[in-house]
């Protein structure tokens, strides 16, 4: 199938496409040789994606030519640690994936980041091709080149900036999503419009609901939107050295840290932990003159995100998260730099909040 959008990422010398539509899986061997001119592919899923478009990948593969090597590995955030990368690197060894080989990352964000991450250093980097099957990874994880694991000092504090050969999102794949997961996708796609486009946070008010139903029409346009948005700040600042690359990572801070204290489990999602770090993100931007924290809450109950600790299930001290926040990717000389809005469309770095600020922040919204 032709895709219904091509977004290109016009990085100097990593130009690719992120292409975007209906029934592309069918077509995924055509167009990763198209993009790569590869021989051999390794495809690298979990065990739930597996069962539904595993074979039709590896099927387009093979009659596109490539010879094809599955790698199905268990589902979760807990697959994305040194063990299951271990795992994984035998396995493109073993099957003798060379530089100009691909490995196609077939899944959700874990599978992305783990695959990605394993492309990057195996043989000093071979290429990479993201086929995201959830809308969380369709709208970010797999634009902009980060992949990582995690450990058990926090998330992706093991990685590397690797930008993909080709992204493929084919928008079939979320009819088989839980609604759960739509969700906690949905966290993703809010944020851009928080971030950089008030007029797309007002069009998500008035259209959440759809995105959250599945409307064709509705979640294209919000997986175009996000992955244009996501586009433009990754061009400017690839690897988050001029800042604004940073501003993705609004409610993250939190977000990881919720994410430890829950074990790096399913009981809390990411896109669900980052909804509630996203709510406590706006309480300290309040403090310095945001306005807006109630309207944003109001649109997350709207389509059923969680907006404290409670609606997660989740019991932690404020002290104990803000000892993980420490290990935060955008701590510089001991202090965190946060992401916090000043109106809904507009982001901004600060790195001298008081941790007064941060408890009181963490205790809105239900830590104790």
């Known amino acids: 199938m032709t895709p219904d959008e091509t977004v290109q990422v016009g990085l100097p010398g990593r130009r690719y496409d992120i292409q975007i539509g209906r029934g592309l899986l069918e077509g995924a061997g055509a167009a990763i040789v198209d993009a790569t001119g590869a021989l051999k ?3 690298v899923t979990d065990e739930t ?17 490539l010879a094809v090597h599955p790698i199905v590995l268990p589902p979760g955030e807990s697959t994305k640690d040194f063990g ?43 290429g990479v091709v993201q086929i995201p099957t959830t809308l969380l990874s369709q709208v970010d994880s797999s634009v902009g080149g980060k992949t990582g694991i995690n450990t058990r000092h926090g998330k992706n504090l093991v990685g590397m900036f690797y930008q993909p050969s080709l ?44 995105v959250m ?39 993250h801070t939190f977000g990881h840290a919720i994410e430890a204290a829950a074990g790096f489990g399913d009981s809390v999602l990411h896109g669900e ?28 109950a709207s389509v059923g995100l969680p907006v404290s600790l409670s609606d997660l299930g989740l019991s932690a001290s404020a002290t104990d998260l ?5 290990q935060d990717k955008k701590m510089h000389a001991g202090k965190i730099t946060f992401v916090l809005a000043s109106a ?25």
């Not at 994606?49 to 030519?65: E, F, M, N, P, R």
């Not at 609604?179 to 950089?196: C, F, M, N, Q, S």
């Not at 406590?280 to 309040?286: E, Q, V």
Request: aromatic content about 6%; charged content about 25%.
């Open 213 to 251: 139903r599945r409307d064709h029409v509705a979640t294209r346009h919000a997986v175009s939107v996000s992955c244009r948005s996501k586009t433009a700040i990754v061009e400017a600042d690839e690897r988050e050295t001029l800042g604004s690359r940073a501003l993705l990572n609004l409610g």
């Open 322 to 326: 803000r000892a993980l926040m420490a």
């Open 167 to 210: 992204v493929l999102i084919d928008l079939d794949t979320l009819a088989t999503l839980p609604d759960r997961h739509i969700r906690a996708g949905y966290a993703e796609v809010v944020k851009y419009g928080l971030i950089a486009d008030a007029d797309f946070f007002g069009w998500l008010e008035s259209n959440g609901a759809a």
């Open 41 to 43: 592919c390794a495809i």
């Open 49 to 65: 994606v597996a069962k539904a478009y595993l074979d039709i990948v590896a099927t387009s593969c093979a009659a596109a030519g």
């Open 84 to 126: 299951h990368l271990k795992n994984v690197l035998d396995e493109l060894l073993d099957a003798e994936i060379e530089r100009k080989d691909i490995v196609v990352a077939l899944g959700g964000g874990v599978i992305g980041d783990l695959a990605g991450f394993a492309a990057s250093i195996l043989r000093r980097g071979v």
């Open 344 to 368: 809904i469309g507009s982001a901004y770095l600060k790195n001298d909040v008081a941790d007064d600020e941060v408890l009181q922040a963490l205790r809105a919204y239900g830590a104790t």
């Open 273 to 300: 932990a980052v909804a509630v770090g996203m709510m406590m993100a706006l309480h300290l931007s309040a403090g310095h003159g945001f306005s807006e924290t109630q309207r944003v809450a109001d649109h997350f």
